[in-house]
């Protein structure tokens, strides 16, 4: 058996912040993580590195921030939650700063945002090598080894130890032997269940079979398993965040040449998306982090089809560093095209009668003004759509692909695992993607894999250093 003051379950950022700052302030810490390799991969090095809260500025005011979570959630986040959150984000990327952490400022269509530096090239596919989330990740763990903390790899832990209902410590296998580790708290920062099938087929659509793993492929939900085991509450569930993808993402998985650049959202936001019967299915305009969750609640979110023309395929898909022009062409991803529609439906496997129909009453609605009148109604904000009307035109297979997934574990503004009762269970914390409070709302927002790690991982360690400073006072 080990002893130690904190163990934190992960060593994606959320489990690093929350170590670093549990050994900073003096407590005995150790890291378990579940992969071997030097430079485990997870999402947190996959990031492509912009922090942001709802996609803007974390550096932002306490009650500027707060507001802007309000109004993304339509007031379904945790509020005294989400204050903790707002009033710590600043600090937060400050004290990272002072870690080592290097950023820059980048343009993103709702304003500035933070980005991890050394920037990511952004260019097909993975790029994550020195890049910023890889750099910040190797010093911090850095610094936790020179702070005393003990990094143990290959720890798969699986059992939350429980005494007068408290938690006091952890089971886990360590090289593929039993070890228990003792401790007066644990924090559980392992990244959600993104890619648990199983999980996601319980929380979020009984087809997760047929979604694409848009995520490093290591986020299986252990801690959300042990937590609830402890008596934890979950909820939240049913969104994720995640993004329409060109399906030969899904049928061509080695490849990994269409994740997660090229960005093809605006192409979903401009042109129009129909089922097999050539029929739309959703509403394009909402964002694609709502259309990827719309076609994962489809009967077959395998079946819908990105159908646009010549002007959007030269225009809109043509702009920013990951511009689905040309990178689709590039990836030699599928791109049917046709001088006429009944020829593009040939193509693509879509009744010509349904596609021809669809797009002559999605022109004339643009044309008029009606968009709102279609079924599905269409938005025309943040992107304007495009009528389908100069040749020659063009037919994408779509897939929906998750990354992270929103809800989890119930916590408190200390970031302390809480009962259905709303009673704390002392000792056990959740951090980073795994906790539920945070979303919501019917534009499913999300409010940042980066910022739930930056800012609870702080504010769970020092919720800890409190109890621990309690616990010994009470001992003495």
């Known amino acids: 058996m080990q002893k130690f003051d904190v163990i934190a379950v992960g060593g994606g950022f959320a489990g690093l912040i929350a170590a670093n700052r549990c050994a900073q302030l003096g407590l005995r810490t150790a890291i378990l993580e579940k992969e071997t390799a030097g430079r485990a991969l997870n999402n947190s090095r996959y990031t492509t590195g912009i922090a942001h809260i709802l996609f803007q500025d974390m550096r932002l005011p306490g009650e ?18 989400a204050k903790a959150f707002a009033d710590n984000s600043r600090r937060a990327i400050d004290w990272l700063v002072s870690e080592g952490c290097r950023t820059i400022m980048v343009n993103a269509p709702t304003g500035k945002s933070i980005m991890l530096a050394p920037p990511r090239r952004f260019r097909q596919g993975l790029d994550w090598e020195w890049r910023g989330a890889d750099f910040l990740l190797r010093k911090l763990e850095a610094n936790f080894l020179n702070r005393g903390g003990q990094f143990i790899r290959g720890a798969d832990a699986r059992t939350l130890t429980l005494v007068d209902r408290a938690c006091v410590g952890i089971d886990a296998g360590v090289g593929g032997k039993p070890e228990h580790f003792a401790a007066k708290a644990v924090v559980i920062a392992d990244g959600g269940f993104s890619s648990n099938i199983d999980m996601i087929r319980r929380y979020i659509t009984p087809r ?29 569930f049913g969104a ?82 990951t511009a689905g022009n040309p990178m689709v062409v590039s990836a030699g991803a599928t791109l049917h095209k046709a001088d006429d529609l009944k020829s593009l439906a040939a193509l693509a496997g879509i009744p010509a009668d349904g596609l021809a129909a669809t ?34 035109y063009y037919a994408m297979p779509l897939c929906s692909g998750i990354t992270a997934t929103m809800g989890g574990i119930a916590i408190d503004t200390d970031c302390r695992a809480l009962r259905a009762d709303g009673s704390a269970i002392a000792g056990l914390y959740a951090a980073g993607s795994t906790v539920a409070g945070l979303e919501g709302g019917t534009q499913m927002a999300y409010m940042g894999g980066l910022s739930k790690a930056f800012i609870l991982g702080l504010l769970a360690a020092e919720g800890i250093a409190r109890q621990v400073g309690a616990m010994a006072k009470a001992s003495t």
């Open 208 to 236: 997760a079979d047929r979604l694409l793993i848009r995520a490093a492929g290591t986020a299986m939900g252990d801690g959300l398993r042990m937590a609830e085991a402890a008596g934890a509450q979950l909820r939240g």
């Open 359 to 392: 797009v002559a009453e999605f022109n004339a609605a643009i044309a008029n003004g009606t968009t709102g009148s279609l079924h599905p109604p269409r938005s025309m904000s943040p992107l304007a759509a495009l009528p389908v009307a100069h040749p020659p």
């Open 64 to 81: 500027h921030l707060l507001a802007i979570i309000n109004k993304g959630t339509e007031g379904e986040a945790d509020q005294a939650l």
């Open 240 to 321: 994720f965040y995640g993004h329409p993808v060109h399906r030969d993402a899904f049928t061509r998985p080695g490849e990994r040449l269409l994740w997660p650049f090229p960005m093809i959202d605006p192409l979903t936001q401009a042109g129009l998306v129909v089922g097999p019967d050539g029929r739309r299915v959703a509403d394009e305009g909402r964002g694609g982090i709502v259309l990827a969750n719309l076609l994962a609640q489809l009967d077959d979110p395998l079946s819908t089809t990105l159908v646009f023309d010549d002007v959007l395929w030269n225009t809109v898909a043509r702009k920013g560093p």
